[in-house]
């Protein structure tokens, strides 16, 4: 059972057995879903998530975040979030910043999180699913800048993550998570397509390691990219035919957030490797939960809706240039945050 799980609605392949559809029926609640996480105490991983954060929470929260940082108060995006998230059933459809000023309002007038979410059921549910998908997505780091005809190192606080399209390339997308796919069997999309032209220089999402690249049968030359927390697993794939990946990428490699990895292609739908068998040329952006290794292959994997992740990381995009010496793209300005201390290559 693959749990493809969308704003739109959580989807279940019709694998899911009798039983434990019978066992999640008492986790829904109107369109939320709701598992039996209210007990922190409990030990069983995360099975059920249902992302339906909508572009404008995401990006108002953000910035709450952001423009907060070393103030008094200090507003946690991911409190935020999972706040909003009890007050509105996980229905983020009709999420207006009133609710959002009125929280931080409370805030920064003393009142603490732990006592204004006492009584909410679901807050530390939210706020585990919400930390597993966007836990690194903000906070410190340093980028090189240019000032003064040199280029230099700037501490920034802020979004740490980037768009997997290279700055100032071209791109289409559409909601497309879940959707039906029919290559080898039926099945949903569980990830995001973003449509471009073959040669478009793909970037790292977020720092971490890679753990697979070759070729796959679906997604032809892919890359799956584990995040350090080890809870998100990004899979890159329909990579460009005969030249997919750039030098560095290899199973171990450590890459930073905003690494050119690959270029965009149509490969995949075929046993054969190196095949065009894609209709349309476009990167398939694939964001996995772990929450538990089990979780990792198989018939647990949890996939969310990454549109309007997109959206958001469409405010950070890596400026890359070409190598004459090797023809590669290679990012502008370098990139150091403090998870890759001590990594390898970093």
Sequence with gaps: MVIAVSRKKLLLTAAVSAALLSAAAGYFSGRSVMTARSDTSMQEPIKWVDFNVSYEALRDTMEADISSYGEAVHYDWIELLSYLACVNGNDFSGYKEKSLTELTE????????????????????????FEAILGEYIGEFAVQTESDDAVVWEKKYGLKVFCPIAKNYSFSHYDDFA?????????????????????????????????SVGWNRYGGWRIGIRSFDKKRYYYYAHLR????????????????????IGYLGMTGYSEKENVNNINRPHLH??????????????????????????????????????DEESGEYVRRYDYYEALLEGKEGC
């Design 285 to 322: 952006m694939g964001i996995q939960l772990i929450f538990d290794e089990s979780q990792k292959d198989g018939s647990n994997e949890i996939w969310v809706d990454g549109y309007n992740i997109l959206k958001l990381l469409q405010n950070n995009c890596s400026e890359v240039y070409r």
């Design 106 to 129: 409370k805030l920064s007038g003393g009142t603490d999180m732990d006592e204004i979410t006492k009584e909410m059921k679901y807050y530390q549910y939210y706020k585990e699913c």
């Design 179 to 211: 959707n039906a796919r029919t290559y080898g069997y039926s099945r949903l999309h569980t990830g995001h397509d973003l449509f471009g032209s073959i040669g478009t220089p793909v970037v790292a999402i977020e720092s971490g390691v890679v753990e």
């Design 241 to 260: 035919k005969d030249h997919p990946y750039t030098p560095v990428i290899k199973e171990g490699a450590v890459v930073k957030a905003g690494d050119v």
